[in-house]
Protein backbone atom coordinates (compact mmCIF):
# COMPACT_ATOMS: atom_id res chain seq x y z
CA UNK A 1 0.00 0.00 0.00
CA UNK A 2 1.57 3.63 -0.72
CA UNK A 3 0.02 4.93 2.24
CA UNK A 4 1.32 2.07 4.94
CA UNK A 5 4.20 4.81 5.42
CA UNK A 6 1.53 6.84 6.89
CA UNK A 7 1.33 7.40 10.93
CA UNK A 8 -2.27 7.90 11.25
CA UNK A 9 -5.62 7.57 9.33
CA UNK A 10 -8.78 10.32 10.50
CA UNK A 11 -12.07 9.62 11.27
CA UNK A 12 -14.86 12.44 11.08
CA UNK A 13 -18.65 12.77 12.65
CA UNK A 14 -19.84 15.57 10.49
CA UNK A 15 -23.66 15.12 12.48
CA UNK A 16 -22.20 15.35 16.00
CA UNK A 17 -24.53 17.82 17.61
CA UNK A 18 -26.50 18.39 15.35
CA UNK A 19 -29.40 18.56 17.70
CA UNK A 20 -27.58 21.81 19.02
CA UNK A 21 -28.26 23.95 15.81
CA UNK A 22 -31.73 22.64 14.74
CA UNK A 23 -32.37 25.51 12.61
CA UNK A 24 -29.49 25.28 10.35
CA UNK A 25 -29.01 20.99 10.11
CA UNK A 26 -32.85 21.24 9.26
CA UNK A 27 -31.47 20.92 5.27
CA UNK A 28 -27.61 19.85 6.07
CA UNK A 29 -25.58 18.38 8.80
CA UNK A 30 -22.93 20.48 11.37
CA UNK A 31 -20.14 19.69 8.96
CA UNK A 32 -21.45 21.48 5.98
CA UNK A 33 -23.07 24.32 8.04
CA UNK A 34 -21.36 27.79 6.36
CA UNK A 35 -18.81 29.52 8.37
CA UNK A 36 -16.63 32.86 8.40
CA UNK A 37 -17.80 34.00 5.09
CA UNK A 38 -16.55 31.18 2.82
CA UNK A 39 -16.02 28.08 4.55
CA UNK A 40 -17.74 25.28 5.54
CA UNK A 41 -17.26 23.64 9.36
CA UNK A 42 -15.87 20.66 8.01
CA UNK A 43 -13.13 22.25 5.91
CA UNK A 44 -10.96 22.94 9.15
CA UNK A 45 -10.86 19.86 10.54
CA UNK A 46 -10.88 18.18 7.12
CA UNK A 47 -7.64 21.05 6.09
CA UNK A 48 -5.87 19.94 8.92
CA UNK A 49 -5.60 16.41 8.58
CA UNK A 50 -4.90 17.26 5.32
CA UNK A 51 -1.68 19.52 6.05
CA UNK A 52 -0.59 16.97 8.69
CA UNK A 53 -0.03 13.90 6.25
CA UNK A 54 -3.48 12.54 6.90
CA UNK A 55 -4.55 11.53 4.15
CA UNK A 56 -6.90 8.47 4.74
CA UNK A 57 -9.67 10.01 6.01
CA UNK A 58 -13.68 8.31 6.47
CA UNK A 59 -16.23 10.60 7.31
CA UNK A 60 -19.29 9.01 9.18
CA UNK A 61 -22.67 10.35 7.64
CA UNK A 62 -25.62 9.58 9.54
CA UNK A 63 -28.35 11.85 7.94
CA UNK A 64 -29.07 14.98 5.83
CA UNK A 65 -24.92 14.32 4.06
CA UNK A 66 -26.50 15.67 0.75
CA UNK A 67 -25.08 19.35 1.04
CA UNK A 68 -21.55 18.00 2.63
CA UNK A 69 -21.38 15.39 -0.70
CA UNK A 70 -21.87 18.51 -2.49
CA UNK A 71 -19.57 20.28 -0.61
CA UNK A 72 -16.53 17.69 -0.65
CA UNK A 73 -17.25 16.45 -4.21
CA UNK A 74 -14.33 14.11 -5.07
CA UNK A 75 -12.33 15.55 -2.21
CA UNK A 76 -9.98 17.43 -4.74
CA UNK A 77 -9.72 20.77 -2.71
CA UNK A 78 -8.01 19.05 0.29
CA UNK A 79 -6.02 16.97 -1.62
CA UNK A 80 -7.75 13.69 -1.18
CA UNK A 81 -7.91 11.90 -4.03
CA UNK A 82 -6.18 9.38 -3.53
CA UNK A 83 -6.16 5.92 -5.47
CA UNK A 84 -4.82 4.55 -1.47
CA UNK A 85 -6.64 6.11 0.97
CA UNK A 86 -8.49 9.43 0.09
CA UNK A 87 -11.56 10.26 1.14
CA UNK A 88 -14.35 7.82 2.50
CA UNK A 89 -17.88 8.52 3.13
CA UNK A 90 -19.57 6.23 4.75
CA UNK A 91 -23.41 6.35 4.61
CA UNK A 92 -25.36 4.41 7.62
CA UNK A 93 -25.33 0.78 6.63
CA UNK A 94 -29.00 0.26 5.39
CA UNK A 95 -30.43 -3.32 6.17
CA UNK A 96 -33.84 -4.41 7.44
CA UNK A 97 -33.30 -4.90 10.96
CA UNK A 98 -30.55 -1.85 11.76
CA UNK A 99 -31.27 1.80 12.61
CA UNK A 100 -29.16 4.24 12.06
CA UNK A 101 -26.16 4.66 14.57
CA UNK A 102 -26.31 7.29 17.48
CA UNK A 103 -22.90 7.26 18.97
CA UNK A 104 -19.63 6.82 17.63
CA UNK A 105 -19.80 3.20 18.76
CA UNK A 106 -22.22 2.41 16.39
CA UNK A 107 -20.35 4.21 13.41
CA UNK A 108 -16.85 2.79 13.92
CA UNK A 109 -18.73 -0.46 14.35
CA UNK A 110 -20.28 0.14 11.18
CA UNK A 111 -16.58 -0.24 9.72
CA UNK A 112 -14.70 -2.59 11.66
CA UNK A 113 -13.60 -4.63 8.85
CA UNK A 114 -12.37 -0.88 7.06
CA UNK A 115 -10.41 -0.70 9.95
CA UNK A 116 -9.04 -3.60 10.17
CA UNK A 117 -7.35 -3.89 6.26
CA UNK A 118 -6.11 -0.48 7.14
CA UNK A 119 -2.56 -0.08 7.76
CA UNK A 120 -1.50 3.23 9.68
CA UNK A 121 -1.12 2.68 13.02
CA UNK A 122 -3.00 5.12 14.90
CA UNK A 123 -6.17 6.95 14.32
CA UNK A 124 -7.29 10.34 14.59
CA UNK A 125 -10.97 10.92 15.60
CA UNK A 126 -12.89 14.02 15.54
CA UNK A 127 -16.14 15.71 14.96
CA UNK A 128 -16.98 19.07 12.95
CA UNK A 129 -18.50 21.43 15.34
CA UNK A 130 -15.56 23.18 16.38
CA UNK A 131 -13.53 25.35 13.76
CA UNK A 132 -9.48 25.17 14.68
CA UNK A 133 -6.41 25.48 12.72
CA UNK A 134 -5.24 22.02 14.58
CA UNK A 135 -1.40 20.19 14.38
CA UNK A 136 -2.46 16.85 14.27
CA UNK A 137 0.91 15.94 14.16
CA UNK A 138 2.06 17.50 17.17
CA UNK A 139 -0.66 15.74 18.88
CA UNK A 140 0.35 12.32 17.47
CA UNK A 141 3.72 12.97 18.70
CA UNK A 142 2.33 13.97 22.39
CA UNK A 143 0.81 10.65 21.83
CA UNK A 144 3.58 8.39 20.85
CA UNK A 145 5.86 10.23 23.54
CA UNK A 146 3.38 9.40 26.53
CA UNK A 147 2.74 5.77 25.56
CA UNK A 148 -0.61 6.63 26.19
CA UNK A 149 -3.70 4.08 24.76
CA UNK A 150 -6.08 6.88 23.78
CA UNK A 151 -5.12 10.37 23.83
CA UNK A 152 -7.13 13.48 24.09
CA UNK A 153 -7.84 16.98 23.28
CA UNK A 154 -8.80 19.67 25.42
CA UNK A 155 -8.98 23.35 26.41
CA UNK A 156 -9.13 25.68 29.19
CA UNK A 157 -12.26 27.98 29.43
CA UNK A 158 -15.68 28.70 31.10
CA UNK A 159 -18.54 26.23 29.96
CA UNK A 160 -21.01 28.48 27.69
CA UNK A 161 -24.12 28.85 29.39
CA UNK A 162 -26.00 27.31 26.07
CA UNK A 163 -24.74 24.56 26.48
CA UNK A 164 -25.34 24.17 29.94
CA UNK A 165 -29.00 24.38 28.98
CA UNK A 166 -29.14 21.72 26.30
CA UNK A 167 -27.55 19.17 28.27
CA UNK A 168 -30.59 16.66 26.83
CA UNK A 169 -29.21 17.73 23.28
CA UNK A 170 -26.08 15.98 23.07
CA UNK A 171 -23.14 15.18 25.42
CA UNK A 172 -19.99 17.36 26.19
CA UNK A 173 -17.16 16.35 28.64
CA UNK A 174 -14.82 18.16 30.92
CA UNK A 175 -11.68 16.56 31.88
CA UNK A 176 -10.04 16.07 35.48
CA UNK A 177 -6.02 15.72 34.74
CA UNK A 178 -3.45 14.44 36.87
CA UNK A 179 0.05 14.78 35.71
CA UNK A 180 -0.94 14.58 32.40
CA UNK A 181 -3.60 11.56 32.68
CA UNK A 182 -7.06 11.70 32.42
CA UNK A 183 -8.51 10.21 35.94
CA UNK A 184 -12.36 11.37 35.66
CA UNK A 185 -14.60 12.30 32.61
CA UNK A 186 -17.80 14.64 33.11
CA UNK A 187 -20.79 14.24 31.20
CA UNK A 188 -22.97 17.47 30.81
CA UNK A 189 -21.06 19.75 33.79
CA UNK A 190 -22.90 22.52 35.38
CA UNK A 191 -19.41 23.74 36.83
CA UNK A 192 -18.39 27.18 36.96
CA UNK A 193 -14.89 28.88 36.27
CA UNK A 194 -12.52 27.23 33.93
CA UNK A 195 -12.82 23.82 32.79
CA UNK A 196 -10.64 21.28 31.35
CA UNK A 197 -12.76 21.25 28.26
CA UNK A 198 -12.85 17.85 25.77
CA UNK A 199 -12.23 19.32 22.16
CA UNK A 200 -13.66 15.30 21.12
CA UNK A 201 -10.33 14.92 19.29
CA UNK A 202 -8.96 11.37 20.14
CA UNK A 203 -5.80 9.60 18.81
CA UNK A 204 -6.02 5.87 19.57
CA UNK A 205 -4.00 3.19 18.58
CA UNK A 206 -6.54 1.33 15.61
CA UNK A 207 -6.19 -2.32 16.97
CA UNK A 208 -6.84 -1.10 20.38
CA UNK A 209 -9.73 1.03 18.79
CA UNK A 210 -11.04 -1.88 16.71
CA UNK A 211 -11.13 -4.12 20.13
CA UNK A 212 -13.01 -1.92 22.28
CA UNK A 213 -15.43 -0.51 20.08
CA UNK A 214 -15.86 -4.35 18.97
CA UNK A 215 -16.42 -5.32 23.04
CA UNK A 216 -18.34 -2.03 23.36
CA UNK A 217 -21.35 -2.80 19.72
CA UNK A 218 -21.60 -6.23 21.21
CA UNK A 219 -22.83 -4.84 25.05
CA UNK A 220 -24.99 -2.50 23.12
CA UNK A 221 -23.36 0.66 24.17
CA UNK A 222 -23.38 3.69 22.23
CA UNK A 223 -20.79 6.08 22.86
CA UNK A 224 -16.81 6.26 22.97
CA UNK A 225 -16.76 8.73 26.14
CA UNK A 226 -19.43 8.00 27.98
CA UNK A 227 -19.27 4.06 27.42
CA UNK A 228 -15.98 3.30 26.70
CA UNK A 229 -13.52 5.94 28.47
CA UNK A 230 -15.36 7.06 31.35
CA UNK A 231 -15.78 3.39 33.04
CA UNK A 232 -12.14 2.32 32.57
CA UNK A 233 -10.16 5.34 33.21
CA UNK A 234 -8.36 3.20 35.77
CA UNK A 235 -7.15 0.42 33.16
CA UNK A 236 -7.08 2.67 30.14
CA UNK A 237 -3.88 4.75 29.90
CA UNK A 238 -5.92 8.42 28.36
CA UNK A 239 -3.54 11.39 28.38
CA UNK A 240 -4.90 14.90 27.88
CA UNK A 241 -3.11 16.89 25.39
CA UNK A 242 -4.19 20.44 25.77
CA UNK A 243 -4.79 23.11 22.52
CA UNK A 244 -3.86 26.77 23.34
CA UNK A 245 -4.42 28.07 20.03
CA UNK A 246 -7.75 29.94 18.81
CA UNK A 247 -10.75 27.39 18.37
CA UNK A 248 -14.82 28.38 17.29
CA UNK A 249 -17.03 25.80 18.70
CA UNK A 250 -20.46 25.86 17.55
CA UNK A 251 -23.05 24.75 20.55
CA UNK A 252 -26.26 26.89 18.91
CA UNK A 253 -27.34 29.52 17.51
CA UNK A 254 -26.13 32.09 20.03
CA UNK A 255 -22.48 30.74 19.99
CA UNK A 256 -22.71 30.16 15.75
CA UNK A 257 -24.03 34.51 15.43
CA UNK A 258 -21.06 35.28 18.15
CA UNK A 259 -18.66 32.88 16.51
CA UNK A 260 -18.87 34.28 13.51
CA UNK A 261 -19.08 38.12 14.40
CA UNK A 262 -15.64 37.40 16.67
CA UNK A 263 -13.84 37.25 13.37
CA UNK A 264 -14.47 40.72 12.82
CA UNK A 265 -11.36 41.62 15.19
CA UNK A 266 -8.30 40.84 13.24
CA UNK A 267 -6.57 39.16 16.31
CA UNK A 268 -9.17 36.48 16.36
CA UNK A 269 -8.94 35.71 12.43
CA UNK A 270 -5.46 35.48 12.68
CA UNK A 271 -5.31 33.37 15.50
CA UNK A 272 -7.94 30.56 13.15
CA UNK A 273 -6.38 31.03 9.86
CA UNK A 274 -2.61 32.23 9.99
CA UNK A 275 -1.18 28.38 10.86
CA UNK A 276 -1.63 25.76 7.51
CA UNK A 277 -4.40 26.76 5.07
CA UNK A 278 -7.87 25.95 5.47
CA UNK A 279 -9.40 25.09 1.81
CA UNK A 280 -12.82 24.69 0.82
CA UNK A 281 -14.79 23.97 -1.78
CA UNK A 282 -13.47 26.92 -4.93
CA UNK A 283 -17.10 28.90 -6.39
CA UNK A 284 -14.66 30.60 -9.22
CA UNK A 285 -16.67 34.10 -8.23
CA UNK A 286 -15.62 37.58 -9.44
CA UNK A 287 -14.46 39.73 -7.06
CA UNK A 288 -16.82 41.32 -4.70
CA UNK A 289 -17.84 45.06 -6.12
CA UNK A 290 -18.57 48.38 -3.94
CA UNK A 291 -20.81 50.12 -6.56
CA UNK A 292 -21.24 54.20 -5.80
CA UNK A 293 -23.17 55.05 -3.28
CA UNK A 294 -22.19 51.69 -1.50
CA UNK A 295 -20.80 52.12 1.62
CA UNK A 296 -18.86 49.09 4.30
CA UNK A 297 -17.94 49.15 7.75
CA UNK A 298 -16.42 46.47 9.63
CA UNK A 299 -17.32 43.99 7.56
CA UNK A 300 -16.21 40.32 6.37
CA UNK A 301 -16.57 40.24 2.92
CA UNK A 302 -16.74 36.69 0.43
CA UNK A 303 -15.94 37.24 -3.30
CA UNK A 304 -18.98 37.62 -5.88
CA UNK A 305 -20.71 40.13 -3.69
CA UNK A 306 -22.52 43.22 -5.26
CA UNK A 307 -22.55 45.83 -2.56
CA UNK A 308 -24.28 48.89 -3.28
CA UNK A 309 -26.26 49.58 0.15
CA UNK A 310 -25.28 50.06 3.34
CA UNK A 311 -23.53 47.14 5.37
CA UNK A 312 -21.91 47.57 9.22
CA UNK A 313 -20.91 44.89 11.40
CA UNK A 314 -21.73 41.68 9.22
CA UNK A 315 -20.23 38.33 7.48
CA UNK A 316 -21.16 38.03 4.19
CA UNK A 317 -21.06 34.83 2.61
CA UNK A 318 -20.57 34.09 -1.36
CA UNK A 319 -22.37 35.95 -4.05
CA UNK A 320 -24.55 37.75 -1.65
CA UNK A 321 -26.31 40.96 -3.05
CA UNK A 322 -27.24 44.53 -1.26
CA UNK A 323 -29.12 46.76 -3.04
CA UNK A 324 -29.73 50.58 -3.24
CA UNK A 325 -30.79 52.24 -0.11
CA UNK A 326 -30.66 48.63 1.95
CA UNK A 327 -29.14 48.97 5.11
CA UNK A 328 -27.72 45.49 6.54
CA UNK A 329 -26.56 45.70 10.38
CA UNK A 330 -25.21 42.84 12.77
CA UNK A 331 -26.28 40.02 10.39
CA UNK A 332 -24.66 37.34 8.85
CA UNK A 333 -26.35 36.78 4.97
CA UNK A 334 -25.21 33.06 3.92
CA UNK A 335 -24.55 32.16 0.28
CA UNK A 336 -26.58 34.09 -2.69
CA UNK A 337 -28.70 36.19 -0.18
CA UNK A 338 -30.11 38.75 -2.23
CA UNK A 339 -31.22 42.21 -0.02
CA UNK A 340 -33.34 44.25 -2.05
CA UNK A 341 -33.50 47.91 -2.30
CA UNK A 342 -34.73 50.00 1.05
CA UNK A 343 -34.48 47.01 3.14
CA UNK A 344 -33.62 47.67 6.88
CA UNK A 345 -31.96 44.39 8.45
CA UNK A 346 -30.35 44.10 12.50
CA UNK A 347 -29.46 40.94 13.89
CA UNK A 348 -29.96 38.61 11.10
CA UNK A 349 -29.28 35.68 9.79
CA UNK A 350 -30.18 34.47 6.36
CA UNK A 351 -29.41 30.94 4.96
CA UNK A 352 -28.35 30.10 1.48
CA UNK A 353 -30.57 31.45 -1.39
CA UNK A 354 -33.08 34.08 1.25
CA UNK A 355 -34.21 37.03 -0.39
CA UNK A 356 -35.42 40.24 1.80
CA UNK A 357 -37.53 42.00 -0.29
CA UNK A 358 -37.91 45.94 -1.17
CA UNK A 359 -38.53 48.00 1.76
CA UNK A 360 -38.50 45.12 4.37
CA UNK A 361 -37.92 46.12 8.21
CA UNK A 362 -36.49 42.91 10.54
CA UNK A 363 -34.55 43.20 13.60
CA UNK A 364 -33.87 40.61 15.86
CA UNK A 365 -31.50 41.26 19.09
CA UNK A 366 -27.80 41.25 20.12
CA UNK A 367 -29.63 38.23 22.66
CA UNK A 368 -31.82 36.58 20.13
CA UNK A 369 -30.93 36.75 16.30
CA UNK A 370 -33.51 36.08 13.85
CA UNK A 371 -32.67 33.00 11.62
CA UNK A 372 -34.57 32.34 7.80
CA UNK A 373 -34.63 29.67 6.22
CA UNK A 374 -32.84 28.19 3.19
CA UNK A 375 -34.49 29.50 -0.54
CA UNK A 376 -36.83 31.66 1.68
CA UNK A 377 -38.33 34.95 0.54
CA UNK A 378 -39.43 37.74 3.06
CA UNK B 1 -12.09 44.45 -35.01
CA UNK B 2 -11.90 48.07 -35.73
CA UNK B 3 -9.75 50.14 -33.40
CA UNK B 4 -9.22 53.94 -33.37
CA UNK B 5 -7.00 55.11 -36.33
CA UNK B 6 -4.43 56.55 -34.04
CA UNK B 7 -3.79 53.31 -32.26
CA UNK B 8 -3.94 51.37 -35.61
CA UNK B 9 -0.08 51.37 -36.06
CA UNK B 10 0.57 48.97 -33.18
CA UNK B 11 -1.51 46.18 -34.84
CA UNK B 12 -1.47 43.71 -37.54
CA UNK B 13 -3.95 45.49 -39.60
CA UNK B 14 -5.89 43.78 -42.84
CA UNK B 15 -7.63 45.42 -46.02
CA UNK B 16 -10.38 43.53 -46.95
CA UNK B 17 -13.02 43.95 -49.76
CA UNK B 18 -16.61 44.19 -49.26
CA UNK B 19 -17.22 39.93 -49.04
CA UNK B 20 -14.39 40.14 -46.09
CA UNK B 21 -12.26 38.52 -48.50
CA UNK B 22 -8.46 39.71 -47.29
CA UNK B 23 -6.47 41.65 -49.91
CA UNK B 24 -3.57 43.04 -47.66
CA UNK B 25 -2.00 41.90 -44.58
CA UNK B 26 0.19 45.11 -42.89
CA UNK B 27 2.20 44.40 -39.80
CA UNK B 28 2.61 47.03 -37.34
CA UNK B 29 2.68 49.40 -40.03
CA UNK B 30 3.96 53.41 -40.03
CA UNK B 31 1.36 54.75 -42.36
CA UNK B 32 -2.04 52.55 -41.81
CA UNK B 33 -3.92 51.96 -45.21
CA UNK B 34 -6.82 50.26 -43.02
CA UNK B 35 -8.15 49.93 -38.83
CA UNK B 36 -9.04 46.69 -38.86
CA UNK B 37 -6.60 44.85 -36.80
CA UNK B 38 -6.33 41.78 -36.28
CA UNK B 39 -6.55 39.97 -32.61
CA UNK B 40 -4.32 37.25 -33.51
CA UNK B 41 -7.09 34.81 -33.10
CA UNK B 42 -6.99 32.55 -36.57
CA UNK B 43 -8.57 29.21 -37.90
CA UNK B 44 -6.62 27.77 -40.23
CA UNK B 45 -7.30 24.43 -42.16
CA UNK B 46 -4.67 22.11 -41.15
CA UNK B 47 -3.18 21.33 -43.96
CA UNK B 48 -2.58 24.69 -45.04
CA UNK B 49 -1.34 26.01 -42.06
CA UNK B 50 1.19 22.59 -42.05
CA UNK B 51 2.09 23.47 -45.62
CA UNK B 52 3.16 26.91 -45.12
CA UNK B 53 5.07 26.57 -41.31
CA UNK B 54 6.95 23.92 -43.48
CA UNK B 55 7.93 25.81 -46.09
CA UNK B 56 8.65 29.18 -43.42
CA UNK B 57 11.08 27.03 -41.33
CA UNK B 58 12.80 25.93 -44.43
CA UNK B 59 13.19 29.20 -45.39
CA UNK B 60 16.17 30.96 -44.18
CA UNK B 61 15.36 34.33 -44.91
CA UNK B 62 12.58 34.37 -42.97
CA UNK B 63 11.69 36.13 -39.62
CA UNK B 64 10.03 33.39 -38.78
CA UNK B 65 6.59 35.81 -38.02
CA UNK B 66 3.00 35.09 -38.29
CA UNK B 67 2.14 38.55 -39.94
CA UNK B 68 5.31 39.17 -41.16
CA UNK B 69 5.76 36.18 -43.32
CA UNK B 70 3.06 33.87 -43.01
CA UNK B 71 0.09 35.82 -43.96
CA UNK B 72 2.19 37.19 -46.01
CA UNK B 73 2.77 34.06 -47.94
CA UNK B 74 -0.80 33.04 -48.26
CA UNK B 75 -1.74 36.51 -49.76
CA UNK B 76 0.65 35.99 -52.50
CA UNK B 77 -0.34 32.75 -53.40
CA UNK B 78 -3.79 33.91 -53.90
CA UNK B 79 -5.14 31.85 -50.54
CA UNK B 80 -8.76 32.47 -49.65
CA UNK B 81 -8.36 34.41 -46.39
CA UNK B 82 -11.44 36.16 -44.95
CA UNK B 83 -12.05 38.19 -41.92
CA UNK B 84 -14.55 37.57 -39.04
CA UNK B 85 -15.65 40.47 -37.47
CA UNK B 86 -15.93 41.05 -33.49
CA UNK B 87 -18.24 43.31 -31.93
CA UNK B 88 -17.33 42.75 -28.25
CA UNK B 89 -15.08 44.22 -26.37
CA UNK B 90 -11.84 43.32 -27.10
CA UNK B 91 -8.64 45.35 -26.20
CA UNK B 92 -5.06 44.87 -26.47
CA UNK B 93 -3.59 45.74 -23.46
CA UNK B 94 0.26 45.84 -24.60
CA UNK B 95 0.71 49.55 -23.24
CA UNK B 96 0.94 50.68 -19.26
CA UNK B 97 -1.66 53.21 -20.00
CA UNK B 98 -3.67 50.22 -22.14
CA UNK B 99 -3.73 47.93 -19.34
CA UNK B 100 -4.38 50.57 -16.74
CA UNK B 101 -7.54 51.90 -18.73
CA UNK B 102 -9.12 48.19 -19.26
CA UNK B 103 -8.81 47.56 -15.29
CA UNK B 104 -10.66 50.48 -15.04
CA UNK B 105 -13.40 49.79 -17.72
CA UNK B 106 -13.89 46.28 -15.66
CA UNK B 107 -15.30 49.22 -13.05
CA UNK B 108 -18.06 50.97 -15.47
CA UNK B 109 -19.38 47.73 -17.51
CA UNK B 110 -22.40 49.35 -18.44
CA UNK B 111 -20.11 52.00 -20.59
CA UNK B 112 -17.15 49.79 -21.28
CA UNK B 113 -19.26 47.37 -22.39
CA UNK B 114 -16.96 44.37 -20.59
CA UNK B 115 -19.00 42.16 -18.53
CA UNK B 116 -17.20 39.68 -16.70
CA UNK B 117 -19.81 39.02 -14.66
CA UNK B 118 -22.03 36.38 -16.54
CA UNK B 119 -22.70 33.36 -14.22
CA UNK B 120 -23.13 31.09 -17.66
CA UNK B 121 -20.04 32.73 -19.57
CA UNK B 122 -17.42 32.25 -16.33
CA UNK B 123 -13.93 33.61 -16.19
CA UNK B 124 -12.09 31.34 -14.64
CA UNK B 125 -8.92 31.95 -12.92
CA UNK B 126 -6.60 30.84 -9.66
CA UNK B 127 -8.10 31.10 -6.26
CA UNK B 128 -6.19 32.70 -3.64
CA UNK B 129 -7.51 30.28 -1.08
CA UNK B 130 -7.56 33.43 1.26
CA UNK B 131 -9.94 34.50 3.63
CA UNK B 132 -13.32 36.81 2.87
CA UNK B 133 -11.62 40.46 2.61
CA UNK B 134 -12.29 42.71 5.55
CA UNK B 135 -13.18 46.63 5.69
CA UNK B 136 -12.68 47.88 8.75
CA UNK B 137 -15.24 50.38 10.23
CA UNK B 138 -12.28 53.26 9.12
CA UNK B 139 -12.31 52.55 6.10
CA UNK B 140 -13.97 54.25 3.23
CA UNK B 141 -14.73 52.17 0.03
CA UNK B 142 -16.02 53.24 -3.31
CA UNK B 143 -16.33 51.86 -6.44
CA UNK B 144 -13.73 49.59 -6.65
CA UNK B 145 -13.65 45.89 -7.00
CA UNK B 146 -12.00 43.90 -3.95
CA UNK B 147 -11.00 40.05 -3.35
CA UNK B 148 -9.95 37.70 -0.99
CA UNK B 149 -7.47 38.28 1.34
CA UNK B 150 -7.76 41.98 1.18
CA UNK B 151 -7.39 44.29 4.57
CA UNK B 152 -9.09 47.91 3.84
CA UNK B 153 -8.78 50.42 6.71
CA UNK B 154 -7.99 53.10 4.40
CA UNK B 155 -9.70 54.85 1.26
CA UNK B 156 -10.23 52.72 -1.39
CA UNK B 157 -11.83 54.81 -4.40
CA UNK B 158 -12.41 53.49 -7.84
CA UNK B 159 -9.55 51.12 -7.75
CA UNK B 160 -9.01 47.49 -8.35
CA UNK B 161 -7.72 45.09 -5.55
CA UNK B 162 -6.07 42.21 -6.07
CA UNK B 163 -5.74 39.72 -3.30
CA UNK B 164 -4.07 40.18 0.17
CA UNK B 165 -3.88 43.48 -0.81
CA UNK B 166 -3.54 45.36 2.97
CA UNK B 167 -4.18 49.34 2.80
CA UNK B 168 -3.24 50.68 5.93
CA UNK B 169 -5.41 53.38 8.29
CA UNK B 170 -4.89 56.85 6.56
CA UNK B 171 -3.88 55.35 3.40
CA UNK B 172 -5.54 56.85 -0.15
CA UNK B 173 -5.97 54.62 -2.83
CA UNK B 174 -7.54 56.26 -6.34
CA UNK B 175 -7.69 54.96 -9.73
CA UNK B 176 -5.09 52.64 -8.60
CA UNK B 177 -4.96 48.61 -9.83
CA UNK B 178 -3.05 47.44 -7.01
CA UNK B 179 -1.94 43.16 -7.75
CA UNK B 180 -1.71 40.88 -4.76
CA UNK B 181 -0.14 41.15 -1.78
CA UNK B 182 1.24 44.67 -1.99
CA UNK B 183 1.03 46.58 1.66
CA UNK B 184 0.48 50.05 1.34
CA UNK B 185 1.00 51.89 5.00
CA UNK B 186 -0.58 54.50 7.13
CA UNK B 187 -1.15 57.64 5.79
CA UNK B 188 0.30 56.87 1.87
CA UNK B 189 -1.52 58.08 -1.19
CA UNK B 190 -1.46 55.73 -4.15
CA UNK B 191 -3.25 57.44 -7.08
CA UNK B 192 -3.69 56.60 -11.06
CA UNK B 193 -0.91 54.00 -11.04
CA UNK B 194 -0.33 50.34 -11.24
CA UNK B 195 1.56 48.71 -8.15
CA UNK B 196 2.83 44.91 -8.67
CA UNK B 197 2.90 42.36 -6.72
CA UNK B 198 3.84 42.03 -2.90
CA UNK B 199 5.34 45.62 -2.97
CA UNK B 200 5.34 47.63 0.01
CA UNK B 201 4.36 51.35 0.34
CA UNK B 202 5.86 53.22 2.98
CA UNK B 203 4.58 55.61 5.20
CA UNK B 204 3.23 58.74 3.99
CA UNK B 205 4.56 57.96 0.91
CA UNK B 206 3.31 59.34 -2.35
CA UNK B 207 2.77 57.25 -5.44
CA UNK B 208 1.57 58.42 -9.08
CA UNK B 209 -1.19 61.31 -9.64
CA UNK B 210 -4.10 62.27 -10.59
CA UNK B 211 -3.78 63.73 -14.54
CA UNK B 212 -3.28 67.45 -14.41
CA UNK B 213 -2.72 68.85 -18.08
CA UNK B 214 -1.02 66.81 -20.16
CA UNK B 215 0.39 65.00 -17.52
CA UNK B 216 -1.07 62.27 -17.64
CA UNK B 217 1.37 59.10 -16.76
CA UNK B 218 0.32 55.96 -15.39
CA UNK B 219 3.36 55.30 -12.26
CA UNK B 220 4.12 52.27 -12.23
CA UNK B 221 5.56 49.87 -9.55
CA UNK B 222 7.42 46.49 -10.11
CA UNK B 223 6.76 43.70 -8.12
CA UNK B 224 8.43 43.35 -4.43
CA UNK B 225 9.82 46.94 -4.76
CA UNK B 226 10.10 48.40 -1.18
CA UNK B 227 9.13 52.16 -1.15
CA UNK B 228 10.69 53.83 1.70
CA UNK B 229 8.50 56.29 4.27
CA UNK B 230 7.83 59.76 3.01
CA UNK B 231 8.81 58.73 -0.62
CA UNK B 232 7.89 60.47 -3.83
CA UNK B 233 7.04 58.53 -6.86
CA UNK B 234 5.93 61.16 -10.04
CA UNK B 235 3.15 59.97 -12.20
CA UNK B 236 6.00 58.98 -15.04
CA UNK B 237 7.41 57.03 -13.12
CA UNK B 238 8.57 53.02 -13.90
CA UNK B 239 9.89 51.93 -10.41
CA UNK B 240 11.83 48.79 -10.52
CA UNK B 241 14.65 49.03 -7.40
CA UNK B 242 13.74 49.46 -3.81
CA UNK B 243 13.65 53.60 -3.19
CA UNK B 244 14.81 54.95 -0.19
CA UNK B 245 13.09 56.60 2.67
CA UNK B 246 12.41 60.31 1.64
CA UNK B 247 13.50 59.96 -1.94
CA UNK B 248 12.09 61.35 -4.88
CA UNK B 249 11.16 60.25 -8.52
CA UNK B 250 9.40 61.56 -11.47
Not at chain 1, 209 to 228: P, W
Request: with cysteine; aromatic share 10%.
Amino acid sequence: MLNSNKRALGVIFPNSYDALVPELVNVRLMASIPFASRYRLIDFVLSSMSNCDIDNISIMVNNNYHSLMDHLGSGREWDLVRKNGGLHIFPPFAEKESKPFIGRVGALASILDFLRQQKEKYVVMSDAHIAVNFDFNAMIDAHIASGADVTVAYNEQELPEYIKKSNDKGFYYTLSIDNGRVTKMYINSRETGIQNFGMNIYVVDRELLIDLVNTAFVRGQEFFERDILAPQLARLNVQAYKYEGYLARISGMKSYFDENMKLLDDYNLDGLFSGAPIYTKIRDDNPTRYINGAKASNVMVADGCVIEGEIENSILFRGVKVAKGAKVKNCILMQDTVIEAGVNIEYLITDKSVTITAGKEMKGTDTFPFYIAKHHTV
Amino acid sequence: MEVPWEEAPRFGLMVADENDRITEFQEKPKNPKSNLASMGIYIFNWDILKKYLTEDEADPNSENDFGNNIIPNLLRDNRKMYAYHFSGYWKDVGTISSLWEANMEVLDPEHSGINLFDDNWKIYSRNSGMTGHKISSDAVVENSMITDGCRVKGNVKHSILFAGVQVEKGAVVEDAVVMGGTVIKSGAVVKHCIIAENVTIGENAVVGAMPEGDSAGVATVGAGIKIGNNAKIGPNAMVNKNVEDGEEQC
